[in-house]
């Protein structure tokens, strides 16, 4: 029963359970994947800091969606890039996004694999180039003899096309 | 979730420039309205950023497709690599760096099968046409160009009689151990520098009519330089280490060939 798991235990499990929507919802807010990341770890330091045991799925599923708001609007505000921040009724509408759509995203991201498969050989290999841990998209481009708004725009192609398969997998399968 | 995204909406271009340096806060504006007005659009921003998030997560490497040539160097790898996992980019830095190693060692074994298949004797059911294909392509070769450029030559079949020499298109002299170890670093190369199949057919196919143009062309030079210069070339070194000189002219040009289509392939629109 969930009154009998230790906190650990009991943090471990909602945590996991929100984790992907929390890390949708933070990357909805930012602009970069590297600061996504740095927010997620803040986010998930604070969740366990303050962790009260006696929450249930719900609550701390709010509570999380508000914690990460928090963390994204200090991030923000340390890096001097509060102009670039969305007004509070837009976090709020993207929240209630996320959590609306969890189960859907997360079959979105099921189904990407196989949409992957379906891109061409070239661009399949841009993509793990450009999301390799550390690529910065500038060298990216200068190696190879593009602009980075090119760059950028064909990137940017590649993952609406992504979304419009995904989409279709998914009607498919309904 | 709504119907099918119309990928040219324009408003898609706000998600585009926000990841980019320089999204102005008229910009930022503007896609803050659009979230708050139109939940069609929110879903879609978020989804965007849901597919941005679990690219950096399932982009991975995929498997080789499986093409003859792809199974052989498969297969090739797996012997090489025993023990060892096929996905090094997940282990890091020490993997690649053994893989490189293991590539090398790779490609000395397939290097070396190639060179002692060189030398041993071939079936003379297979080296005589080839031999014969040979000779006369390039004699046709050189003659068109001899032509082309003035040099005086009367040819009776493979026999070229020029003012002061005479030379024949012999079997010895036709080429084809050379072109044999072209072919096998040109397979080398292509396996591991390039990644369509088509450009690793251009690259090992073009060393045939390759060595062809450029035994022609060497021919051609030798002739020409024994008239309008020193008859007795024919009996200096240069003349002597035909084969070496043809060899690494045409090695050079493997490598400018390799160079290019491997450019080519970076450059490759997407």
Redesign the interface.
């Known amino acids: 029963m969930e009154s009998d798991q230790d906190p650990q235990s009991r943090f471990l499990r909602l945590f996991v359970e929100h984790e992907d929507s929390l890390r949708v919802f933070v990357r909805s807010l930012l602009f970069t994947h590297d600061e996504q990341r740095e927010v997620m770890q803040e986010v998930a330091a604070v969740l366990w800091q303050k962790f009260d045991a006696s929450m249930d799925r719900q609550a701390f599923g709010r509570w999380a969606f508000g914690v990460a708001r928090m963390e994204v609007l200090s991030y923000r505000r340390d890096r001097a890039r509060d102009r670039l921040t969305f007004g509070d009724e837009v976090f709020e509408l993207l929240a209630q996004t996320v959590s609306e759509q969890a189960d859907t995203l997360e079959a979105e991201r099921r189904a990407l694999e196989t949409c992957l498969q379906k891109l061409p050989a070239g661009q399949r290999t841009l993509l793990q180039t450009a999301y390799a841990p550390g690529v910065k998209m500038d060298q990216l481009a200068a190696r190879l003899g593009r602009t980075a708004m090119s760059l950028y725009k064909t990137l940017h192609r590649i993952r609406l096309t992504l979304m419009d398969c995904t989409q279709r997998v998914l009607a498919n399968d309904n | ?1 709504t119907t ?2 119309n ?1 040219n909406d324009p408003r ?1 271009e706000l ?2 420039r ?3 340096d320089g ?1 102005t ?1 008229e910009e ?1 504006a503007l896609l ?1 309205r659009n ?2 007005e139109d ?1 069609g659009f ?15 997560a ?5 498997p080789l497709p499986a093409t003859p040539f792809n199974r052989i160097i498969s297969a090739l790898r797996r012997w090489a690599y025993r023990g060892v996992s096929e996905d090094p980019v997940s282990l890091g830095a020490p993997a690649m760096v053994s893989q490189l190693w293991l590539n090398v060692r790779v490609g000395m074994a397939v290097l070396a099968v190639g060179l002692l298949a060189a030398v041993l004797p071939f079936p003379k059911v297979v080296e005589a046409p080839c031999e014969r294909i040979i000779q006369q392509t390039s004699a046709e070769v050189s003659y068109f160009v001899m032509q082309l450029i003035g040099t005086p030559v009367a040819r009776q079949g493979l026999n070229f009689h020029s003012p002061g020499v005479t030379l024949q298109f012999v079997e010895a002299c036709s080429g084809i151990r050379p072109t044999f170890i072209l072919l096998t670093i040109s397979g080398l190369l292509a396996g591991f520098v390039l ?1 369509k199949t088509l450009n690793r057919a251009v690259l090992v196919l073009a060393m045939i009519p390759l060595g062809i143009v450029q035994k022609g062309l060497w021919v051609c030079a030798i002739v020409t330089l024994a008239v309008r210069m020193d008859p007795d070339i024919v009996n200096t070194w240069v003349f002597r280490q035909g084969t070496a000189i043809n060899f690494t002219l045409s090695f050079i040009t493997m490598l400018g060939l390799t160079a290019w289509l491997a450019r080519s392939e ?3 629109k ?1």
């Open positions: 979730m099918s995204m990928l898609l998600i585009h926000s990841q980019m999204f806060t930022l803050e979230l708050r939940p929110r879903e879609v921003y978020v989804r965007y950023a849901n597919i941005d998030l679990a690219l950096s399932v982009a991975k490497p995929s990644n970076r450059k490759a997407i």
